[in-house]
Nanobody, 122 residues
Framework: QVQLVESGGGLVQAGGSLRLSCTAS????????MKWVRQAPGKEREFVAA????????LYADSVKGRFTISRDNSKNTVYLQMNSLKPEDTAVYYC???????????????WGQGTQVTVSS
């Protein structure tokens, strides 16, 4: 069993930055691909970014490429999402998730965090 706890969400003006963190319990963190997925009100969950087990490979949704950066520190069981040049359309609940497949899709993660709200005002 893996528990994921996100932090770092909040309210920011358009053009601003936020850094999300997701810390996992357990000793299997490095065996998972880690993903960030978001869900805006009234919309389906949307893939944002993924990082490979060792951290050398990253994937991004076209909507965030060049603005967001995913990274991980396996010694701290933590994955990060640095979000720059935020736009109002980035407003959503952001979830981290453990997955077995390195892909540019939401997929079927084995574990999900509880989510953290990001609100970008115009």
């Amino acid at each position: 069993q893996v528990q994921l706890v996100e932090s770092g969400g909040g309210l920011v003006q358009a053009g601003g930055s936020l850094r999300l963190s997701c810390t996992a319990s357990g000793r299997t963190f490095s065996t998972f691909v880690m993903k960030w997925v978001r869900q805006a009100p009234g919309k389906e969950r949307e893939f944002v970014a993924a990082i490979s087990r060792g951290g050398t490979g990253t994937l991004y949704a076209d909507s965030v490429k060049g603005r967001f950066t995913i990274s991980r520190d396996n010694s701290k069981n933590t994955v990060y999402l640095q979000m720059n040049s935020l736009k109002p359309e980035d407003t959503a609940v952001y979830y981290c998730a453990c997955d077995g497949i390195f892909s540019r899709t939401v997929g079927i993660p084995a574990y999900w965090g509880q989510g953290t709200q990001v609100t970008v005002s115009s």
